[in-house]
C-alpha cells in the first residue's frame, strides 16, 4: 500500500509539472463550455420575422408593433400567402412567422380567448427558442395589459409550431455533449500516452523488474486522472449552472456517480491503447481518431443519430460516449432519477467490465 | 564459490523462433559477468528470462537461489535492473528519482534518507539533487541510474548495454562504480557492445543465433581464438550468425 502512494505521488508529480499539459487539461472544458455556450445560446438580436394577419383589427396590430419595436425582431414583411412563409423559410431568410387569424380581436373580447400562431425555424434549435420565448413573451406582455382594463381575464393561446425539428434536440444538450468528450480526451489520451511514455523511455521495464506488481503500475497510472477529471466534472457543472444558467434539474450525486463510471469506462479504454501500443504519437493519434470522433459523430449530441443509415445506428450502440450522454441529459435536463437510466448504466457498466477483462488479459499476454 | 546465477538448457520459443535455445552458464557471486552477442542474437530474450518478466519454453534456471518459473516475486527482489534506455525519470528531480525507486522496493523511509545521502556525496551530486534529472549530462544520468538500480542493494543487477552513447572517460568512471559493487560483493550482468568494456568483465559469453558458443575469460577466448584482442574473437564469432535485425 505504501508503494502504491508513492507511485500515486510520483503520478501527480509528473501532470502537476507539465505545464503545457495542465493548461490543456483545465483549459479545454472552460473553453469548450464557454464557445458552445455563447456561440448556440446567445440572445437573438433583429431577427428576421413575417407577419401574417387575417385580423388586421385593433389587437393584431397592436401586438404587431409591439413585435416590430423590440429589438429582438424586424419585420421583414406582411404577407397572406402560405406558399410565401414557405419559401422564405427555406431560404432562410426569416426565422419565425407569426400568424393572426380572423376575428382575433372579436375572439378576445368576446370569448375572453384567442390564438395565435407562432412559426419557427427549428433547423437550428436555439435560436428557434429563443424567439418563440421571446415572441410568446411580447404576446403575454400584451395580455396583462388589456387585463388591467378589465375583470375577466383575457387568454391568448401561443401555438407554436417548430418547423423542421419539432422536438428540438440539441437545446442545451451539448453541455452533457462536452462533458463526455472532455472526459473522454482526458482520461483516454492522458492515460494512454502516460503509460506508453514510460514504455518508450524504458522506465517501464524497471517498473516491471522491481517487485512492484504491474496491476499495481496500471492502476496508479489510473488514479491521478480519475481526480482530475472529477475535478473536470466539477468545472464544466459550475460554468453550465452559474455561467450558462443551465440548472441540474436531476440528483447531483448521481450524476457524479454516473461520471465515475463513464471516467473508469475511459480509463480502461486508455488502458487498453496503452497496452496495444508502443510509441505516445500513435496512442494520441488512436485516442483521438478512435474515441474523440465516434464521440462526436456517433454520441447523438452534435449529429441526431435516428438519421444516420442504420448500419451507423446499430455502431453508435458500442461508443460508450453516447449511453453516457443519455445518462447525462436526463439527470441534468430532464431530471429523471436512476429507474429511468438503469438500462444506460447497465450498458456502460457492461462495456467497462468488457474493455477492463481485455486489456488486463492483453497486459498479461505482453508480460509473458 | 557461491552460484547466483545457474542456467541449464534455458530456452525461450516463439512460434517457430527460438530465441535462446538450451542456454547453460553459471556465474558466481562478485563477479562481472559480461554477455556479449550481435544484435538479434537472443541476449534481450535471456536477459528477460532471467529477471523474472518473461517465462522460459524450457530448461531450468535459479537466480539468487530462486526458480525462474515459480519465485519470480522473491528474484525481483533480489536483483536490479538498469536498461539500455535512460531510466530515470527526467521531470522529477535527482533526490525525487531516488525516493520513488527506493520506495517502490520497499525501502524503509530511514533507510531511504540516508541512502539518497550517501549516494549523492558519492556522485558528488550534492548541488544537483533538487535539480531535475532531465538537465544533468548523460553520464551523470547514467550513473545515477545505475546507483539507484543497486540502491536496494541487490543480490544480482542486470545492466542491459549500460553506457551506449557515452564518452569513453565517462565510461570508464562508470566502470569504477560497476567495480565498486563487485567488491561488496554484487553480482554483475552486464550486456554490451563495445569490446574494450568485454575486457574489463571477468568472463564473457559470447552468444551466437540464441546459443551460447563461447565462454571464458578474456585472457583464454584471445588465446582460443588466437586472436590479439576481443574485438577479433567476437567478429571470428559473430561472422557466422545467420540472424541480424
Not at chain 1, 137 to 163: F, G, N, V
Not at chain 2, 72 to 92: A, P, V
Request: positive net charge; proline residues 3%.
Amino acid at each position: 500500500m505504501k508503494q502504491f502512494i508513492i507511485f500515486v505521488r510520483k503520478e501527480f508529480a509528473h501532470v502537476l509539472r507539465d505545464k503545457k499539459t495542465l493548461l490543456i487539461l483545465f483549459g479545454m472544458p472552460v473553453m469548450q463550455i464557454l464557445i458552445f455556450g455563447f456561440a448556440l445560446t446567445n440572445e437573438v438580436k433583429n431577427a428576421k420575422i413575417i407577419v401574417v394577419d387575417y385580423a388586421k383589427d385593433v389587437a393584431s396590430r397592436e401586438i404587431t408593433s409591439k413585435i416590430a419595436a423590440s429589438h429582438y425582431f424586424e419585420i421583414e414583411k406582411s404577407t397572406m400567402s402560405h406558399d410565401d412563409i414557405e419559401k422564405s423559410f427555406k431560404e432562410g431568410k426569416i426565422k419565425l412567422a407569426i400568424v393572426f387569424p380572423e376575428n382575433f380581436n372579436e375572439n378576445l373580447l368576446h370569448q375572453n380567448k384567442a390564438q395565435i400562431q407562432i412559426i419557427a425555424d427549428a433547423s437550428d434549435p436555439n435560436t428557434a427558442n429563443t424567439l418563440t420565448n421571446y415572441a410568446s413573451s411580447i404576446i403575454r406582455d400584451y395580455q396583462s395589459q388589456l387585463d388591467k382594463t378589465t375583470e375577466t381575464p383575457y387568454r391568448i393561446i401561443a401555438q407554436t409550431k417548430m418547423l423542421y425539428n419539432p422536438q428540438l434536440k440539441g437545446v442545451h444538450s451539448f453541455v452533457p455533449g462536452v462533458m463526455a468528450l472532455v472526459l473522454m480526451l482526458v482520461c483516454v489520451m492522458m492515460t494512454a500516452v502516460s503509460i506508453v511514455k514510460e514504455k518508450e523511455t524504458g522506465t517501464m521495464e524497471v517498473l516491471l523488474v522491481s517487485p512492484f506488481k504491474p496491476i499495481w503500475v496500471i492502476l496508479s497510472k489510473a488514479i491521478p486522472y480519475l481526480i482530475l477529471s472529477l475535478i473536470n466534472v466539477v468545472i464544466i457543472l459550475l460554468l453550465s449552472v452559474f455561467v450558462l444558467d443551465l440548472p441540474i434539474v436531476g440528483s447531483v450525486l448521481l450524476l457524479f456517480a454516473e461520471s465515475i463510471l463513464f471516467i473508469i469506462t475511459c480509463l480502461t479504454l486508455g488502458i487498453f491503447i496503452s497496452v496495444k501500443t508502443n510509441s505516445q504519437q500513435v496512442a494520441m493519434l488512436i485516442s483521438l481518431m478512435g474515441m474523440l470522433l465516434p464521440t462526436i459523430l456517433f454520441s447523438g449530441f452534435m449529429f441526431p443519430i435516428e438519421n444516420m443509415p442504420v448500419a451507423l445506428q446499430v455502431f453508435s450502440n458500442i461508443v460508450p460516449s453516447k449511453w453516457f450522454y443519455i445518462i447525462v441529459k436526463s439527470i441534468m435536463i430532464k431530471g429523471l432519477g436512476f429507474s429511468a437510466i438503469w438500462k444506460e448504466t447497465l450498458i456502460l457498466f457492461g462495456i467497462t467490465v468488457f474493455l477492463l477483462i481485455v486489456s488486463l488479459k492483453s497486459f498479461k499476454i505482453r508480460l509473458s | 564459490m557461491e552460484t547466483v546465477i545457474k542456467t541449464e538448457k534455458l530456452t525461450k520459443r516463439f512460434g517457430d523462433f527460438i530465441a535462446a535455445n538450451e542456454i547453460t552458464f553459471e556465474v558466481n557471486k562478485g563477479e562481472i559477468f559480461g554477455f556479449l552477442g550481435a544484435n538479434g542474437a537472443g541476449k534481450t530474450t535471456a536477459m528477460r528470462m532471467l529477471c523474472g518478466l518473461s517465462i522460459p519454453s524450457s530448461g531450468k534456471a535459479t537466480i539468487a537461489g530462486f526458480d525462474v518459473y515459480k519465485q519470480t516475486e522473491q528474484i525481483k527482489k533480489n536483483i536490479g535492473y538498469m536498461s539500455q534506455k535512460f531510466s530515470l525519470y527526467e521531470d522529477l528531480t535527482v533526490l525525487e528519482n531516488i525516493k520513488f525507486f527506493g520506495g517502490i522496493y520497499g525501502l524503509p523511509d530511514r533507510d531511504i534518507k540516508s541512502k539518497s545521502e550517501a549516494l549523492i556525496d558519492h556522485l558528488g551530486l550534492q548541488g544537483e539533487a533538487k535539480k531535475l534529472v532531465g538537465s544533468l549530462p548523460l553520464g551523470w544520468k547514467q550513473k545515477l541510474s545505475f546507483s539507484v538500480a543497486v540502491l536496494h542493494q541487490p543480490k544480482i543487477v542486470f545492466l542491459d548495454e549500460p553506457t551506449g552513447g557515452v564518452d569513453p572517460v565517462t565510461r570508464r568512471q562508470f566502470w569504477d562504480l560497476i567495480y565498486d559493487a563487485a567488491d561488496k560483493g554484487m553480482t554483475v550482468f552486464v550486456t554490451t557492445h563495445y569490446m574494450d568494456e568485454a575486457e574489463y568483465c571477468h568472463r564473457i559469453s559470447i552468444m551466437v543465433d540464441g546459443k551460447i558458443n563461447a565462454l571464458d575469460t578474456p585472457v583464454n577466448l584471445k588465446k582460443q581464438f588466437n586472436a590479439s584482442s576481443m574485438d577479433e574473437v567476437f567478429y571470428q564469432l559473430a561472422r557466422g550468425a545467420k540472424r541480424a535485425d
